[in-house]
């Protein structure tokens, strides 16, 4: 694992490290976490490394058990179907509710949010890839002007954080810009079925393709 650069907080580059080595496969499901072996390898305190466990905990990659410390969860294609299931359905109708009320300032910010991703797609660059695609889908969202619905979605997002997946399965950055190509033309028309339809298509994919690399996972794990 990588040693702390200088321009990232010691809690954020720990949690960014352990998250992709967890969406990698390169620590396995059921592997222990050891808070001081981990403060050693980085060559931080304690305190950064606790924040960010406690992070990852919240995110749902890693789990605390009574007397026995922090492991990597058990990866379940079911638990990642059910989320993105409800996903789906908060998606589709947050976009069914923001097309109506999308203003110019908004479809103008959605516009260069798609253009940075196409841009850093064509680039490589997939880690900065997923801080946008996150950007762009809130954007959207934030225009349905529920505040509840919005906050269960980034909940959501959050409890599961496939927004990294852009960086382990080989791909899906291609698949997905094409597919908010297609949710972008939907926004231009203000067409809330077309949209909702593609944010479901979109959706059920990237479902499709994180189950498929966590079963990839499950079966080359010991």
């Known amino acids: 694992m990588k040693k702390l650069p200088t321009y990232k907080t010691k809690k954020d580059f720990v949690v960014e490290i352990l998250r992709e080595a967890i969406l990698s496969g390169a620590l396995k499901p059921g592997e222990r976490l050891e808070q001081e072996q981990l403060a050693n390898h980085f060559e931080v305190s304690s305190t950064p490394v606790r924040e960010a466990l406690r992070q990852l905990e919240a995110e749902g990659l890693i789990e605390h058990i009574p007397h026995k410390g922090v492991r990597v969860v058990e990866l379940s294609v ?14 589709t109708l947050a976009v069914r509710l923001a097309i109506p009320n999308l203003s110019h300032e908004e479809l103008h910010e959605l516009e260069e949010l798609h253009k940075q991703m196409v841009d850093l797609s064509s680039r490589n660059l997939l880690e900065r890839l997923g801080d946008v695609n996150r950007q ?17 979605i980034n909940n959501l997002w959050t409890r599961l954080p496939w927004f990294d997946v852009w960086t382990v ?37 990237g479902c499709q393709r994180v189950a498929d690399h966590i079963q990839r996972l499950i079966l080359s794990s010991p």
């Open 78 to 91: 079911e638990g990642v179907r059910e989320v993105y299931m409800i996903r789906c359905v908060l998606e």
């Open 136 to 152: 762009f889908h809130m954007t959207l969202y934030k225009a349905s002007k529920s505040r509840v619905l919005c906050d269960m």
């Open 169 to 205: 399965i080989p791909g899906r950055a291609q698949e997905a810009w094409e597919e908010h190509d297609k949710i972008m033309d939907a926004v231009r028309k203000r067409d809330p079925d077309l949209a909702s339809d593609m944010i479901k298509e979109h959706c059920e994919r």
